[in-house]
C-alpha cells in the first residue's frame, strides 16, 4: 500500500471521476495527496448531462485531506504539465482519467493520456 505521496491529476472529466473512484482504496493510505487542479472542459449539454462533480466536498466526505495545486497550461502540453507538477510535489503515485478524447483522436493527434503514458517516471493509475 503506498505510504507516500499522490498526485491526482482533475480536469472535471467523467473519466477523472472514475481514476478517482478507483483510487480511493489507495487514498486512505497516503502520506500525503495533491491534487493537480487543470482546466475544466466545456461541458457538453445532452441527454446525459450531470452538473459538475465537486471533487473537494467528495474528498472531505470520505475523510480524505489534500493539498490544491494548480495547473495552468494549453491543452496541448497538458500531459507534460501534469508530469512536471508530479515531480514537484514528490509523488509516487499518479492518478487520473485517459482518453477523454476517441482513441482515434489521441492515436493521431497525440493528447495527455499519450504523452503521460510515454514519459512517465512513476506509477500511474489510470482509468477510462
Given amino acids: 500500500m503506498p505510504r507516500g505521496c499522490i498526485a491526482i491529476a482533475w480536469n472535471g472529466s ?6 478517482l473512484h478507483s483510487a480511493l482504496p489507495l487514498l486512505h493510505h497516503a502520506s ?7 482546466p475544466r472542459r466545456a461541458p457538453e449539454i445532452e441527454m446525459g448531462w ?5 471533487v473537494l466536498a467528495w474528498l472531505a466526505q470520505h475523510d480524505v485531506r489534500v493539498t490544491v495545486k494548480p495547473i ?4 496541448d502540453r497538458a500531459g507534460e ?6 515531480g514537484e510535489v514528490g509523488a509516487d503515485l499518479l492518478v487520473m482519467g485517459a482518453y ?10 497525440g493528447g495527455v493520456t499519450r504523452t503521460v503514458l510515454h514519459e512517465a517516471t512513476l506509477p500511474v493509475l489510470m482509468r477510462n
Avoid: H, Q
Fill in 14 to 19: 467523467a473519466e477523472a471521476v472514475r481514476a
Fill in 72 to 75: 495552468l497550461a494549453p491543452d
Fill in 50 to 54: 450531470l452538473p459538475p462533480f465537486d
Fill in 81 to 86: 504539465a501534469i508530469l512536471a507538477a508530479a
Fill in 32 to 38: 500525503s495527496i495533491v491534487l493537480l487542479d487543470g
Fill in 100 to 109: 477523454g478524447r476517441s482513441r482515434f483522436s489521441e492515436w493521431a493527434f
